[in-house]
């Protein structure tokens, strides 16, 4: 009687000849296509969960709590601040979002954004603050690297496999996440037409356009590289926020040019308003950029344009002594740890800042001259038996150092 009870899906009730698979219980069995329901819909749940965890850990603040919390950590560029403050929560907002009553489902675009300015003023810091103050995945990518396919270099996709890993290979947080493209400018044509011939640098930029907008990037997992065989993560970039950052180092001439006028030329005026000739960064435009060498494509995908200023003496010293994360202080906090006072005379500190304003380094010179000076205290100290409860940096220390370490030729009155 037993071989001829026919056996059955305990669920759907689907014979042993209807199913492909068959698996036995204790008490029953279950078919395949009941257990790839049940995968789907376990599936489904988790990951509404999984985005509801997201959704909670992002501490989305209004714009003007962002820019006070860039203030904290950031001397100056207010203008800057506020356009990045203001694209990053009009961002975050449109995907956290459910627009459960809008029947007319408008959707909003995304709003990455170009982040122009000299060396040290602030880009990388400004994008890896605010990814800090929001909770969310940031990693940084150097455009300089990446090449389109077929070239030796790196994918540009592999932008994506470092956001992963830096959202513990979380796909859905690092769908939430932000990106940092350094040095935009480097991948820039060699000229504002197209040329007749390949030319690589806007092979790159092709290779970036749907990186940007709305693609599913394939990523090796943990980090191995891409194999045909080899199973895929899939990123969706839709609600990725990408900050491309670039010094455009020449851009004053094509921005000159378009205002007619000239950096050394006679006065004009924009909206009938006097040109600043000292800063013609201000009024740079997406024309400006296509004039560069980004193709609009490009530049399309990169709605949201602004500039940040070179640093003056008086930005410099702020910077030094005054964000919540300034060198010094980060030096004062190190020496207390030993046990010992550390101070540092205001020539000190003015000396530090002609150098950097020398190197023309901005505020990322700072901390290397810093180094100069601080490297051999900061070697005997931690060693040192007879340690001293107090140190002063002063005048005459600090140009021995520098001096020591080849940083000598600047004349300090």
């Not at 000229?191 to 990037?217: V, W, Y």
Request: hydrophobic share 40%; charged share 25%; aromatic share 6%.
């Amino acid at each position: 009687m037993a071989k001829d009870t026919v056996l059955k899906c305990s669920l759907c009730n689907r014979d042993k000849k209807e199913a492909k698979i068959l698996i036995a219980g204790i008490n029953g069995h279950v078919c395949d296509n009941c257990i790839t329901q049940a995968y789907n819909l376990i599936k489904e749940e988790s990951s509404g969960d999984q985005k509801q965890q997201i959704q909670h850990s992002l501490n989305l603040l209004k714009p003007q709590a962002i820019k006070a919390k860039l203030d904290e950590y950031i001397i100056g560029q207010d203008d800057a601040k506020k356009i990045l403050s203001v694209a990053v929560y009009n961002h975050f907002k449109r995907i956290s979002h459910v627009t459960k009553d809008n029947k007319e489902e408008i959707e909003i675009d995304k709003s990455n954004l170009i982040l122009v300015g000299e060396t040290g003023t602030g880009k990388t810091l400004m994008a890896r603050t605010i990814a800090k103050l929001l909770n969310v995945p940031f990693c940084i990518a150097d455009a300089t690297v990446f090449t389109e396919a077929g070239y030796v270099g790196e994918d540009v996709e592999s932008i994506i496999t470092r956001l992963l890993q830096a959202a513990d290979y979380d796909v859905a947080a690092a769908e939430r996440g932000i990106v940092f493209i350094d040095e935009i400018d480097k991948i820039s044509r060699k000229g504002d037409n197209p040329s007749l011939t390949r030319d690589i640098k806007e092979g790159t930029q092709q290779a970036l356009l749907k990186l940007l907008e709305d693609s599913i990037a394939n990523v090796p997992p943990q980090g191995g590289r891409k194999h045909p065989d080899a199973k895929m993560i899939q990123v969706n970039t839709k609600n990725i926020l990408f900050i491309c950052g670039g010094a455009f180092d020449g851009i004053e001439k094509k921005i000159a040019n378009r205002l007619n006028t000239s950096a050394v030329g006679y006065s004009a005026s924009v909206n009938n308003e006097k040109i600043d000739k000292g800063n013609l960064l201000q009024y740079v435009s997406p024309q400006d950029l296509k004039s560069f060498g980004l193709i609009p494509e490009l530049i399309g995908r990169l709605p949201v344009l602004t500039h940040l200023k070179p640093l003056d003496k008086e930005a410099l010293r702020q910077i030094l002594t005054e964000p919540k994360n300034a060198i010094i202080k980060q030096y004062k906090q190190l020496f207390k740890m030993e046990g010992t006072k550390l101070e540092f005379e205001d020539a000190v500190l003015d000396l530090i800042v002609d150098k950097a304003i020398e190197f023309k380094l901005g505020a990322r010179g700072l901390r290397g001259i810093c180094e100069a000076i601080m490297t051999d205290i900061m070697f005997t100290l931690p060693g040192d038996e007879k340690q001293t409860k107090q140190f002063t940096v002063s005048l005459d220390y600090a140009l021995d150092k520098l001096k020591s370490a080849k940083l000598n030729h600047l004349h300090v009155a």
